[in-house]
């Protein structure tokens, strides 16, 4: 059985957050997901253009979270979450925030994309050039770098394919690099 079909059987055939029956396809959580059923949510094309594109977010179609919110899904709880956390300023989703409980790793989870954090208290990853990082991003080495506690060096023209980042500091990224997870200094690295 496909992720999607699983899925459907899952939510019945609908939107697990909007309830919408039309154009459903897979969701995959980010960052951490772990891929599969438990990583991923069944959503409508509406909902996912919403999530993927702040800009184009309508603040009365997110009003369907009220019920949403109460899923058993971790991965549905954490996509409302984000939305709830997003829209905070229209004043209903905060009272909605107030009543949403999620174990301690499951916000955790929500929490990982930075959604709901003032700008100013954003932690944004940059690269040598200025350029924001991302999780996911791959980057290439601009130096050669000592890898501390082994013999290995980090040649210079190396990417690192599917970055992480440190969320307490911008200046630590994370990859791996002939197999080996390290941590990188931002400004030793360039976007590809």
């Not at 959503?43 to 009365?60: K, L, M």
């Not at 954490?78 to 997003?86: G, I």
């Not at 599917?162 to 002939?178: P, Q, T």
């Amino acid at each position: 059985m496909s992720v999607l079909e699983e899925l459907k059987s899952r939510s019945n055939g609908v939107c697990e957050l909007c309830g919408a029956t039309d154009n459903l396809s897979v969701y995959e959580v980010q960052p951490v997901s772990t891929g599969g059923v438990d990583g991923s949510i069944l959503a409508c094309n509406t909902c996912i253009g919403q999530i993927e594109d702040p800009e184009t977010t309508d603040a009365n179609h997110w009003r369907c979270l009220n019920d949403s919110m109460w899923s058993e899904h971790d991965a549905v709880k954490v996509v409302a979450w984000r939305m709830l956390s997003r829209l905070k300023s229209e004043g209903w989703p905060q009272d909605l925030l107030d009543m949403m409980y999620m174990e301690p790793d499951t916000l955790e989870w929500a929490q990982a994309t930075g959604e709901g954090v003032a700008e100013a208290d954003k932690i944004i990853h940059r690269d040598v050039n200025g350029v924001v990082l991302e999780n996911g991003d791959s980057v290439v080495l601009i130096k050669d770098l000592k890898v501390k506690g082994s013999s290995m060096v980090a040649k210079q023209g190396t990417a690192v394919r599917r970055i992480s980042l440190d969320h307490d500091n911008a200046e630590y990224i994370e990859g791996k690099v002939d197999g080996q997870q390290i941590v990188i200094i931002t400004k030793y690295v360039k976007k590809i």
